[in-house]
């Protein structure tokens, strides 16, 4: 195992203008405000605007990451984009990104899809990157337009996502034991039923009737999802405590996947740790997928929610069914 670390050196958050209220989805699906708060948490969500894509929202988030970094797009050689909903099925939304950014083409630029995981698989794969010594400077989105992939007639879906982005930029630290301390990934491949977008892939391209069928969209049984998204998050984050010899109340601030309250409140009671020490924004995007973790870490840093030499743990699932922590000392 490597010794050299890895350490975020800036990040940035980006946001839709267009804010869809719980209010406003209450005039199109036999659903209500009441409904969604107290199953969810969510009171808004952010829909990205005619024309704006995932590349653009993850331009802005990396602007906003490298000017925080002190850096400029040409000092990246690395550009890890975490995403189920790039532009187009291919090219990479990373490659996009690439161009519209100006970041040089000699630097690696490819997608990774572990869905709501993704972000912390990102930042596994960029840190294992790095430390190899090949890359300096690592680009680390989360992105997605989930507005693009939601069935809007289908209420027990389409309350719960949102648009958005964040990123990070990485780069090698020089004091050993601060910055990325380690990551736990895995993944319960057998309930891929669970979640998922049914057609349109290579298995099942789309066609006239799937298209009328809507199966195309986002498909989730969510009480299945709930299950085992508390146990999977419970495991993630207690299996990376042990590794690091951690106790959960020497974590200043979790930063947990946003897709529902009632999951984060679950966490929180069998990790018996307070819920004042876990960041939660997902009453004003809802669920953002790969970007939820970045698009939270991004405003609990500029909120002073962050301080030198606190550590921080991100836990995460999602469709696949992924999971993934991570553990970060500032
Ligand atoms: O990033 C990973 C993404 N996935 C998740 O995080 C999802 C995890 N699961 C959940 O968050 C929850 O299971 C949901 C929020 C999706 C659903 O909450 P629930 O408490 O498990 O509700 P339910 O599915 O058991 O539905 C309860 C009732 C049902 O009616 P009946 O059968 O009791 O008459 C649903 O038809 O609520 C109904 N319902 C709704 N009612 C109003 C479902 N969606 C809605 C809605 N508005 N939007």
Redesign the pocket.
């Known amino acids: 195992m490597s010794t050299r670390s890895t350490v975020i050196l800036g990040t940035g958050a980006y946001a839709p203008r267009r804010v869809l209220t719980n209010e406003d989805l209450a005039h199109t ?4 405000d009441e ?2 708060r107290t ?2 948490g969510i009171r808004e969500r952010r829909i990205a605007g005619e024309g704006e894509n995932t590349s653009d929202m993850g331009v802005a988030a990396a602007k906003a990451a490298l000017a925080d970094a002190g850096l400029v797009p040409a000092d990246i050689d690395l550009l890890v984009v975490a995403t189920v909903t790039p532009d187009m099925p291919m090219p990479a939304a990373a490659c996009m990104i690439q161009h519209k950014l100006g970041v040089p083409t000699t630097a690696a630029c490819f997608d990774l899809n572990a ?2 995981s993704g972000f912390i698989y990102a930042l596994d794969t960029a840190s294992a990157m790095l430390t190899s010594g090949r890359y300096t400077k690592a680009l680390v989105i989360g992105v997605e337009k989930l507005s693009a992939v939601v069935d809007w007639k289908d ?2 879906t389409c ?2 996502f949102g648009d958005g982005a964040g990123a990070v930029v990485m780069g090698l630290g020089a004091e050993p034991g601060r910055g990325l301390l380690g990551t736990k990934l895995g993944a319960f491949g057998e309930s891929v039923d669970l ?1 998922c977008i049914p057609r349109g892939g290579s298995a099942a391209p789309a066609t006239v009737e799937s298209l009328a069928n809507g199966g195309h969209f986002i498909k ?1 049984k ?2 299945e ?2 299950k085992v ?1 508390v146990r999977a998050m419970d495991e993630a984050a207690r299996d990376i405590l042990e590794q690091h010899q951690l106790r959960a109340d020497q974590i200043a601030l979790v930063i947990p ?1 946003q ?2 309250l ?2 984060i409140e679950a966490i929180s009671e069998y990790l018996e740790l307070p819920m004042e020490r876990f960041f939660v924004n997902l009453e004003r995007y809802g ?1 953002t ?1 790969a970007a939820s973790i970045p698009l939270a870490l991004d405003e609990a840093r500029r909120s002073g929610r962050i301080k030198p030499g606190d550590v921080t743990l991100l836990v995460a ?3 696949g069914l992924t999971y993934g922590s991570a553990l970060i000392r500032w």
């Open positions: 699906v036999d659903t209500s409904w969604i199953r969810t869905a709501c209420r027990t309350v719960l979640l989730m969510g009480k999802v709930f998204a996947h897709a529902n009632r999951i669920n997928s699932f999602g469709a």
